[in-house]
């Protein structure tokens, strides 16, 4: 069972919501299979750096078969700012070629079918169903764990269990919004080596028991006298 929040979940979106309104997902793209060609260059790699190299890749590969079909050396060229760049050039040809041969070159809106492809697993299926076909789903991906786990959402490290506790929580109608929401906030205020506390504005709702604290100006001692 997934773990009761310090208040409702609704309360952390509404407030999330005024604190980050522009929030959207950061990869850019405009059809399915971009989406799941970017998320596949985004594996250890920025989403704004996968957002550099997209542009001359769709334009240069426009559909599956393409994709398919490229010459390795000139796709591995084309990511290769993205890191590890024969495996993903590897992961992308096989992938749009499983595409092509069961799916006619369409990605599908089937968690399964999308789970049967090479390389995609259930961050990667998730956050195609939110945000290609706006079908309700939650994508774990860093920021979305990391928060979950210091708001008290989730006991759990593992990101199948975080999903299922945050999927139990999370209206149906709100989670695609829930992990922009979380994914911006992780990004702005909830940082992973030093988050901005005093300036959340979750701060009295979240558990975390390692909370960053305001600054405070020093003290002057009793009978000193400060020299500057």
């Known amino acids: 069972m997934p773990r009761r929040p310090a208040a409702p979940i609704t309360t952390i979106l509404d407030r999330l919501e005024v604190s980050h309104p522009d929030a959207t997902l950061a990869l850019d793209f405009r059809s399915p299979l971009q989406l799941l060609v970017a998320l596949i260059l985004a594996a250890q790699c920025t989403d704004a750096k996968v957002n550099e ?34 495996q993903k050039a590897r ?4 992938c749009c ?5 069961r799916f006619g070159g369409q990605v599908p809106d089937d968690f399964d079918a999308l789970l049967g492809l090479p390389g995609v697993g259930r961050k990667t299926a998730n956050i195609l169903l939110g945000n290609a076909f706006g079908i309700p789903a939650i994508g774990v991906d860093t920021h979305v764990g990391r928060l979950a786990q210091r708001l008290g959402l989730t006991r759990h490290t593992d990101p199948d269990k975080i999903e299922a506790d945050l999927a139990a929580l999370v209206p149906c109608a709100r989670q695609i919004r829930f ?50």
């Open 91 to 94: 992961a992308v040809r096989g």
């Open 53 to 86: 190299v997209t542009p001359a890749l769709f334009r240069r590969y426009r559909g599956a078969a393409d994709f398919a079909a490229a010459d390795p050396e000139e796709l591995e060229g084309l990511v290769k700012q993205t890191g590890f760049f024969r």
């Open 97 to 101: 070629q499983a595409l092509v041969d």
């Open 179 to 228: 992990c922009h929401l979380l994914q911006y906030h992780g990004r702005r205020v909830c940082l992973a080596r030093k988050p901005a506390c005093p300036t959340c504005t979750l701060v009295d709702l979240c558990p975390y028991s390692d909370k960053s604290e305001a600054k405070k100006p020093p003290t002057k001692p009793k009978g000193s006298r400060w020299v500057g």
